[in-house]
Structures are given as structure tokens and as C-alpha cells.
């Protein structure tokens, strides 16, 4: 099931980082036994009561000048209002009211998206509580008065942002059309894939990275089934530095791949697999999608017998993390092998949606036992009484053992990896949840 996108928007100093870490949390977290995957501390899975929600943090380099401040502002408002199901616009009750938070409100007002208005550093209701009542001028509802530093007022924000989640959700869990987001670094060809796909230009594509405008849910219609292809859409780059270009096209990415059952990571053949690649697929990894790895540009190589062969080696290498991601060669140019695509996202979900039986899953693992004991510490060895699966969209088992801090990550790789010669599961990654269990309990 998706989660709820809700992003943070305001003027550099106002505290949005500060919001953002007290609400995420020790939530956000290094993937200590995935080699290859980090979180950048853009974005945090977060949990209000029984809420799960994804929390972005669009503040980025601060500029120097009022009208660059404006413009950021701006790039911030149309990222947060084309990705986030809810706009978390912060203000400060110290600056007070600036012209920078009216233009954006007037901006926030009209994306017709659900807007809270936080008005940050109230340390004091007494003191700065009269100073609270300024910002209803900006139009756009109630301002709730937090402390992000002091972390008061948090709770109260927090219920009036899960407050808007519901109603949006109940409609896009009733949709069961196959979601696929086409993830990947600017100009890889996204655009031109969807493109070839409808057969016409429904996205704008040009040579300057990105130039996608708008965030573009297209349909595409193939022997009968509907799929509902998801671009990650961003906005006209002008002279940004890099940093920043990357920044924004990993808050897409993960805006994108959170709504998307099946994930397919576009990489440039010419330029290879990168650091960025490897980014973006360790967010589709650690959230349990489905993925397949698209080599664009395939057209453009030079190729003998081995080539092939040697990018797939590649490939593997640099994102050792997911070796279960399907890898497919097109040309979004000349619309080589882009059919097999579809047929490569059904085998994919089905395997997303596969289910073992209790029986054979602890056959499975009996064996595995038998074959490879398991680790010891001080005397005490590991002991597994019971396997099963629990949940599909990943595939999720519980395993139930007498100690979970002996179970180390070696051994869960070492079972997972028996139940793939079993069962194949190409294509999408397999959760595990260790629980211990007396033995007089099994």
C-alpha cells in the first residue's frame, strides 16, 4: 500500500529541517546491512498514531539575495504541489510576515492541494501568541503554532495533516490498474519511453536535463490490460548547480516510486550505472517494490557477443544490493525490445504477489538448517522453530527463532536466498521479520 507524501515548504531559517528531524525522529536511518543503499536526509517513513506517511524536507541551498530566496521559494511550492498528497507551509513567528510567504500562499492556494499552515519558534503562547494571529492574512486556514526546537505543538500539527489523508486514500486503493514509475537520473530518456509508449508526445522532451514540466500519470493500453505509467516530473532546470538538480530528482523519485507497484530504473548505456543510479534504487529496494532495471541508449553502443553480458556483470557489481532486479536492454529511440517491458512488469508483479505455503516454506528451511547450521555466540547456537509468510507487495515472512540477536544478517541472506532457487521471486525483494520464541512455545 502506498503511503501519504507530505512535504515541507518555507523560506530558508524558518526551521524546516528542525521540523522535519523532530517529527522523523530516530526514523531515519543508515540500511546498516544493505552494502550500496544510504537515505539522504531528505526524506523519512514516518508514523503519527496508526499513520504511515512519507516526510519531505524541500529546503535547499540558501540563497543570498531576496530574489533568488523568491524564485527557491517558488521551485520549492511547484515541487511540493506537483508530488505531496499535503503541503506543510512553515512560517516564522519572529520574521513575522514577509511578501516571499503571500506570493507562495496565493501559489499554495490554487494547486487546490490540502495546506497546513505552521507558524514555527512559538517557544512562548504568551509571549508570541497575539503574533500568531497575523499570518490568518495569508488566506489559506488556521495557523497552528509550534516549536519545532521545543518540540511543542507537534501533536496538534501532526492531527490536522493525517486529517487529509483518508479521503485521498480510500480512492487510489480502490484503483488496482498495474502502477509502474519511471525512475532515473535527468536525461536518461523517462519522457521519450513514455512517449514511445503512447505513440505520442504527451510529455515535453528536450537535450537540457531535466525538462520535464509537469507531474504526468499516463495510460497506456497493452493487449487488454491498463497500465498506469508514472513519470517522475519536475520543473524546468535553469542554472542550477548540481547539488540541487539531485537533490530534486531524488525527492521525485521517491514521490514517484511510493505510488508505484513496480519500479523501473531507466540507466544511460552510454554513461553506464552511477552514483545517483545506485541512490534512487536503493529507494525503490528499501521500500519493497518491484524492479526492473532499463538500460537505455542501447542503440548507441558499440556491441560484439560479450557486450551484453559484461554491462549486465556491471550492473550487478555496482547494485549488489538488489540482485533479484530484472535488467532489460531498449531504445526508447527506435523502440527496441521496449514490448518486452510489459511482459517483464507482469512477470514481476505476479512474483510480487506470489504465495508460499507454510508446509513447504519450513520443508524449505528444515533443509537449509540441515545443509548449513546456524550461528552460535558464547556457547548459545541459533535456533529456527518456524517459518511462514505473512503479507505480499513484498513478499514479507516471519521466522520464528529462540534468540533474533543471533540471527545474523549472513544467515537471513543464506535462507532467502534457498527460497529463490525454490520459487524464483525475479524481480522484487523478499522481507523478513525475525521474532523470538521460547522452545516450549513451538
Request: charged content about 25%; aromatic content about 8%; glycine content about 6%.
Amino acid at each position: 500500500m502506498s503511503k501519504p507524501i507530505v512535504a515541507i515548504v518555507g523560506r530558508p531559517n524558518v526551521g524546516k529541517s528542525a521540523l522535519f528531524n523532530a517529527i522523523a525522529g530516530e526514523t531515519i536511518s543508515i540500511v546498516k546491512d544493505t552494502p550500496g543503499v544510504t537515505r539522504d536526509r531528505i526524506y523519512a517513513d514516518c508514523t503519527w498514531l496508526d499513520m504511515n506517511f512519507t516526510l519531505i524536507d524541500t529546503g535547499g541551498i540558501e540563497p543570498d539575495t531576496d530574489d533568488i530566496i523568491l524564485s527557491q521559494m517558488r521551485e520549492q511550492a511547484q515541487i511540493a504541489m506537483a508530488t505531496a498528497d499535503v503541503i506543510v507551509f512553515m512560517v516564522d513567528v519572529r520574521q513575522g510576515l514577509v511578501d516571499a510567504d503571500f506570493r507562495v500562499a496565493d501559489m499554495l492556494r490554487k494547486s487546490k492541494k490540502p495546506v497546513v499552515l505552521v507558524v514555527n519558534k512559538v517557544d512562548s503562547f504568551q509571549k508570541f501568541g497575539n503574533d500568531v494571529y497575523e499570518f490568518y492574512n495569508l488566506g489559506i486556514g488556521e495557523p497552528i503554532a509550534v516549536s519545532a526546537a521545543s518540540r511543542l505543538g507537534i501533536g496538534d500539527m501532526l492531527d490536522e495533516v493525517s486529517r487529509h489523508f483518508s479521503s485521498r486514500y480510500l480512492a487510489a486503493e480502490d484503483d488496482d490498474r498495474p502502477r509502474i514509475a519511471i525512475v532515473g537520473k535527468p536525461n536518461v530518456g523517462k519522457s521519450s519511453i513514455i512517449n514511445k509508449l503512447t505513440g505520442e508526445n504527451r510529455v515535453i522532451v528536450s537535450d537540457i536535463a531535466g525538462t520535464t514540466r509537469d507531474a504526468v500519470d499516463t495510460q497506456v493500453i497493452h493487449d487488454g490490460t491498463e497500465y498506469v505509467f508514472i513519470d517522475t516530473a519536475g520543473l524546468r532546470r535553469k542554472n542550477k548547480i548540481k547539488e540541487e538538480l539531485e537533490r530534486y530528482s531524488i525527492i521525485r523519485a521517491v514521490t514517484a516510486v511510493e505510488r508505484a507497484d513496480v519500479v523501473v530504473l531507466v540507466i544511460d548505456a552510454v554513461e553506464g550505472v552511477t552514483e545517483q543510479d545506485a541512490k534512487i534504487a536503493g529507494i525503490a529496494h528499501e521500500r519493497g517494490k518491484g524492479v526492473i532495471i532499463a538500460v537505455n541508449k542501447w542503440d548507441a553502443i558499440e556491441k560484439n557477443d560479450k557486450t551484453m553480458n559484461e554491462f549486465t556483470k556491471k550492473v550487478r557489481d555496482i547494485l549488489s544490493f538488489m540482485a533479484y532486479a530484472e535488467i532489460i536492454f531498449i531504445s526508447a529511440l527506435t523502440g527496441q525490445r521496449l514490448g518486452k517491458l510489459f511482459d517483464t512488469v507482469d512477470m514481476v508483479r505476479q512474483n510480487q504477489n506470489m504465495r508460499v505455503s507454510t508446509g513447504v516454506l519450513n520443508e524449505i528451511m528444515t533443509e537449509a538448517v540441515a545443509l548449513q547450521q546456524p550461528p552460535s555466540d558464547k556457547g548459545k547456537r541459533l535456533r529456527l522453530y518456524y517459518m511462514t509468510q505473512v503479507a505480499v507487495k513484498p513478499p514479507t515472512f516471519v521466522i520464528f527463532v529462540n534468540d533474533k540477536k543471533l540471527m545474523h544478517f549472513s544467515y537471513t541472506r543464506y535462507l532467502e536466498n534457498r527460497i529463490r532457487e525454490a520459487f524464483g521471486f525475479r524481480g522484487t525483494a523478499l522481507k523478513f521479520i525475525i521474532r523470538e520464541r521460547s522452545g516450549k512455545d513451538s
